[in-house]
Nanobody, 126 residues
Framework: QVQLVESGGGLVQAGGSLRLSCAASVRTFSQYGMGWFRQAPGKEREFVSAIFWSGGSIYYTDYADSVKGRFTISRDNAKNTVYLEMSSLKAEDTAVYYC????????????????WGQGTQVTVSS
């Protein structure tokens, strides 16, 4: 069982930045793919970004087109934590952001994700 706890959400003006964190309670954290999804009111949960082990000391990162160049995902295996650095935020980034975990690679399909955090609200004012 994997427990995920997000933090770092809040209210920010358009153009601003936020950093989300997700702490995982799992012994083999380095072997898990970690990701972020978001869900705006009235919309489906959508993929934002993921990071997963691709061999050796290399981790592969993946981004939705809507956040490429603005968001950066990273992880600290010593702290069992994954981060999402968000910059140049737009009103359309407003959503509840969920941390996700899967063994191996993180799928873009929300219904196939094994583990979820409780979510953290990000509100971008225009």
């Amino acid at each position: 069982q994997v427990q995920l706890v997000e933090s770092g959400g809040g209210l920010v003006q358009a153009g601003g930045s936020l950093r989300l964190s997700c702490a995982a309670s799992v012994r083999t954290f380095s072997q898990y793919g970690m990701g972020w999804f978001r869900q705006a009111p009235g919309k489906e949960r959508e993929f934002v970004s993921a990071i997963f082990w691709s061999g050796g000391s290399i981790y592969y990162t993946d981004y939705a087109d809507s956040v490429k160049g603005r968001f950066t995902i990273s992880r600290d295996n010593a702290k069992n934590t994954v981060y999402l650095e968000m910059s140049s935020l737009k009103a359309e980034d407003t959503a509840v952001y969920y941390c996700a975990a899967d063994r191996g690679r993180v799928t873009h399909t929300a219904r196939l994700i094994d583990y979820w955090g409780q979510g953290t609200q990000v509100t971008v004012s225009s």
